[in-house]
């Protein structure tokens, strides 16, 4: 079955800073790279996703960068916020199957 | 439109005992997954469905974990008997289910067992 894995498990950032977080993912057919936030307490929700006929996709401080070869792809969020500290996931897509990384859990220091 | 929903919020029972949880997903949504989720960890996917066909059930502990989607639309998970170490959040989440489609997720079911 696939394999996500995700890097760090947590991040501090100062407020303004750039946070990177990436994943790897063992299964060449995943075709689906969604990134889920959530927030203490509630429900994961989507933030961006990246197909995989697409090399970047950005929406406003937030893009994400897919690697088909190395089998990887990052959550680039620049300009930090406050509000933007909450625990994020990768998942990969196989066949509809969605799997999860183990989460980092971003702070963004004021 | 509606969200998915899931009830109930929290359940707090003793192991051994049986407990179930239940979910109703957007509608028009093909596809339906249960998910458990540990403190402090990522979703564990226990079981997915395709309409009221299982596409994927590898991580459900089938000796106490069991699931049923009824005419393709809500479904139920069901743990008897429960043991410690299922204290977790048990979400659910469904989407069109024709591939590459965002995952919409319930408020989650949080269990505890003492």
């Known amino acids: 079955g696939e394999n996500v894995e995700q890097h760090p498990s947590t991040l501090s950032v100062q407020e303004g800073d750039s946070a990177v977080i990436k994943c790897t993912y063992s299964d060449s057919a995943s075709n689906y790279f969604p990134w889920y936030k959530q927030e203490l307490g509630k429900r994961p929700q989507l933030i961006i996703d990246?197909?995989?006929?697409?090399g970047e996709k950005k929406d406003q401080r937030i893009a994400v960068t897919l690697n088909k070869t190395a089998k990887h792809f990052s959550l680039h969020i620049t300009e930090t916020q406050p509000e933007d500290s909450a625990v994020y996931f990768c998942?990969?897509?196989?066949?509809?199957?969605?799997?999860f990384g183990a989460g980092t859990t971003v702070t963004v220091r004021a | 439109e509606a969200g998915v929903a899931q009830s109930p919020r929290y359940k707090i029972i003793e192991k051994r005992q049986s407990v179930a949880f239940w979910c109703n997903p957007i509608?028009?949504?093909?596809?339906l997954y249960w998910y458990q989720q540990i403190l402090g960890q990522g979703p564990k996917l226990l079981i997915q469905f395709q309409n009221n066909g299982v596409v994927d059930d590898s991580q459900l502990p089938k000796d106490r974990f069991s699931a049923e989607r009824l005419k393709g639309v809500d479904s139920t998970l069901k743990i008897q008997p429960a043991k410690l170490e299922d204290s977790a959040v048990y979400l659910c989440?469904?989407?069109?289910?024709?591939?590459?489609?965002?995952?919409?997720f319930g408020q989650g079911t949080r269990l505890t067992v003492v």
């Open positions: 990246i197909r995989s006929n697409v």
């Open positions: 509608s028009g949504h093909a596809t």
């Open positions: 998942a990969a897509s196989t066949d509809y199957k969605l799997s």
């Open positions: 989440a469904s989407s069109l289910g024709d591939g590459g489609t965002e995952a919409f």
